[in-house]
């Protein structure tokens, strides 16, 4: 999947589509005002835009809650966006994979914006139901191959511990290529810090984004 075909399905494929046009998706996607309700402001549209253009951010991204939040320092946007680009774009790690981890640190950390968005991310892209909510619980999930449980203990791990036990690293050294282990470790801590950033600044859900499917939120006590 191309970037600018994952950026239509992030904020939803349907409307992305349509006849609507660029401009007037985003005066349905995003609200005109900004939103000062948590610690930082979120740049007006506009800026967004402007500062997206000059920093090579795809204006639907840019224009986007969290990068409206993240510009409030370019520079730093900047970076963000370069390593995000690298391991949505670029990526070697089968983007199920991928996504399976995104979503298990979004339910550890009980960050809706990051599992939301991705839940939505990962239907797009076809993954089944059943593998996308089995990361609220890995072992009850019987599509998990013994790889998959392996990605997700890394998640676990990476989030308690920013470190993965050698049991864990054993069993991903026999399914993936040091290339790929490079980029599985830096799937679980880059999401990790865009949790840490969008819940501390109070980053909203955008327009369209569901919230937490079923109507279940994770609890102080996320199965492992």
Same mark, same amino acid.
Request: proline fraction near 4%.
């Given at each position: 999947?191309?970037?600018r075909?994952?950026? #239509? ?27 000062? %309700?948590?610690? $930082?402001?979120?740049v ?19 224009t986007?809650?969290?990068?409206? +939040?993240?510009?409030?320092?370019? %520079? ?15 990526? !070697? ?12 640190? +979004?339910?550890?950390? +009980? %960050? ?10 990962s ?33 676990d ?16 050294? !026999? ?8 980029? $599985? ?16 600044? !109070?980053?909203? $859900?955008?327009?369209?984004?569901a919230s937490?499917?079923?109507?279940? #939120?994770?609890?102080?006590s996320?199965? !492992?």
């Amino acid at each position: 999947m191309d970037r600018r075909t994952f950026v #239509k399905t992030s904020v939803g494929s349907a409307v992305a589509s349509s006849a609507l046009g660029a401009d007037r998706l985003l005066d349905v996607l995003v609200p005109k005002s900004g939103d000062t %309700s948590g610690p $930082l402001p979120l740049v007006s549209i506009d800026e967004a835009a402007r500062l997206g253009e000059k920093l090579g951010i795809d204006r639907l991204y840019a224009t986007s809650n969290v990068f409206r +939040g993240l510009l409030n320092s370019p %520079s730093a946007t900047a970076g963000f966006y370069g390593l995000a680009s690298a391991l949505l774009f670029h990526n !070697k790690v089968a983007a199920r994979t991928r996504e399976l981890i995104i979503l298990r640190i +979004g339910w550890c950390t +009980g %960050s809706e914006y990051v599992f939301c968005q991705h839940v939505r991310s990962s239907r797009d892209l076809g993954i089944p139901d059943e593998e996308i909510l089995g990361v609220r619980d890995p072992q009850r999930c019987h599509a998990y191959s013994k790889t998959d449980l392996a990605v997700l203990q890394l998640a676990d791990e990476l989030h308690e511990h920013a470190e993965v036990t050698r049991s864990t690293w054993v069993v991903l050294e !026999k399914a993936f290529t040091s290339e790929e282990l490079v980029e $599985l470790l830096l799937v679980g801590g880059f999401w990790r810090m865009a949790a840490g950033f969008v819940k501390s600044a !109070k980053i909203q $859900l955008d327009a369209g984004v569901a919230s937490w499917p079923e109507g279940r #939120k994770p609890d102080s006590s996320v199965s !492992k």
